[in-house]
């Protein structure tokens, strides 16, 4: 049987590894701005990544101004109103509110980073753009647009997040907005607050994990002799009653005839009904 105490004992760990793997976030964001920022050899590689992907070809550069060019105050508040939305139809407002405290504290974390770190001069550049601040945005609304979802659309809410992150990376190197550390770095902030906070949309729906559903499932269930419907026991040959499958699906073997008058009690049926519908 649940208990409060058995509850508390199961919160612990579930939040354990969405912590770790913050801390991991964090831990990878302080190497890449060590690797790519602080260093002569890290500038200069992550430069000539950027002027890679600034090569491809033109519809490429168009379709990357267009996804930045769409990202405003506008289309942001549309997309974090359509979560609210889409939350309060699935009566999640647990879900709803670590989506929106996942936005924010994404993009505010981001925007902390830019000012705490610095980017010295080694003769690419001095102004500090690790990380990305499109690339939180739009992965940031994409993992919060997944927690609200249905769970059976988890597969397609992976995807989602996947290519929210892969197409505004892309976009911001090929039109040289942001060096691939910037996106990396913002990725890891989404990931690192993701992971920290997902595990409360879960928190409520495994508090009966292993106890059939919730208490008022559990006491209306069906009982021997009464199916799935609230109709009472059908009268069986014998003037026992019939189980909804027929008399092969009785468990156990069938009493002697007029065994519950005998006994001055109802029969298995009838007890086990009776005491269902009292409930």
Not at 80 to 89: E, M, N, S, T
Not at 148 to 165: D, I
Request: with cysteine; aromatic share 6%.
């Amino acid at each position: 049987m649940w208990t409060p105490k058995a509850k508390a004992r199961g919160r612990v760990p579930r939040f354990i590894p969405g912590a770790t793997i913050a801390a991991m976030c964090a831990v990878a964001l302080m190497l890449v701005h060590s690797v790519f920022v602080t260093t002569e050899g890290g500038q200069l590689l992550d430069q000539q990544i950027m002027r890679t992907a600034n090569a491809a070809p033109d519809f490429w550069h168009e379709a990357g101004f267009a996804l930045l060019g769409a990202v405003n105050a506008t289309v942001i508040a549309a997309a974090i109103g359509a979560i609210v939305l889409i939350g309060l139809i699935r009566r999640r407002p647990r879900s709803i509110v670590v989506a929106l405290a996942v936005i924010a504290g994404a993009n505010l974390t981001t925007q902390a980073v830019k000012v705490l770190l610095d980017r010295p001069y080694l003769g690419w550049g001095a102004q500090n753009t690790l990380p990305s601040g499109h690339v939180t945005v739009i992965t940031s609304l994409a993992v919060g647009l997944a927690m609200v979802l249905t769970p059976g659309s988890r597969s397609a809410a992976a995807a989602l997040m996947c290519g929210a992150a892969a197409a505004a990376g892309s976009a911001v190197m090929i039109c040289q907005w942001h060096r691939p550390s910037d996106v990396i770095a913002a990725v890891l902030v989404v990931v690192g607050w993701a992971a920290m906070l997902w595990p409360a949309c879960a928190a409520r729906r495994d508090r009966y994990r292993g106890e059939g559903g919730r208490p008022s499932d559990r006491h209306h269930r069906p009982g021997l002799g009464q199916g799935t419907g609230t109709a009472g026991p059908r009268p069986g040959p014998a003037g026992y009653p019939a189980y909804p499958g027929g008399p092969e699906f009785r468990p156990g073997p069938v009493p002697p005839t007029g065994w519950g008058e005998r006994a001055g009690r109802p029969g298995l049926g009838d007890r086990t009904g009776g005491a269902l519908q009292r409930r």
